[in-house]
């Protein structure tokens, strides 16, 4: 019940910044053992950015999750820092890593993120360089089906090596929890090191 009633308020939210999006973004990243697709609309306003999107994570026979994401990113607390809010929604199924359960993911998560492009004086490349990173939390009040809890972590850096393009190399550990079973709770930790490529338009 939760659930329904939270899916129509965050796709209100995703198709309006949608509709009137002047920046989109597009991203794939990969590793040996997974890919990850995303896009992003973002709409400037007079106190920041409103942005909106949504990607998927596949490793075969692993996990596949999608995820939707809407946050308000303002650089108003201190010059070149970045910080935003927001709710990161869940969906897919993920395997033991034994490989003798499955679990679906479905949960709502608080989302902080920040960003900040390094001055010239502590930059060593000669190109733009952002470090990055965010925090999702979603509790058992807003997880639902098989899932308890989930966390994710994330951080990396961005190399501005065009005005509408940069490459990324990013770091991601995610733990899901789900309910009990015959066996008991169960839980699926990943960490993951990636690198890929965004285009802006």
Known sequence: MKKIFLLPMFGFLFFSTYASAETVQLGLMANGDSVMGHVEF????????????????????????????VAFRSDQLLPGLKFGLGF???????????????????????????????????????????????????????SFDETESLQEYQ???RFYLMKNAYLFIEGRYREIEFEERDTGEWDRDDATLSGGVTLKF
């Not at 989302?111 to 979603?138: D, M, Q, R």
């Open 155 to 157: 951080a990396g850096l």
């Open 42 to 69: 973002q709409v400037k306003q007079d106190l920041g950015i409103v942005a909106a999107g949504g990607g998927i994570d596949y490793a075969r026979g692993e996990y596949t999750v999608g995820y939707g994401l």
């Open 88 to 142: 990161k929604g869940y969906l897919g199924r993920v395997d033991a890593e034994e490989g003798e359960m499955e679990g679906n993911v479905s949960s709502l998560a608080f989302l902080i993120e920040s960003s900040y492009e390094l001055t010239a004086s502590i930059n060593p490349a000669p190109v733009p360089v952002e470090v990055y990173g965010g925090v999702s939390f979603s509790p058992s009040s807003l």
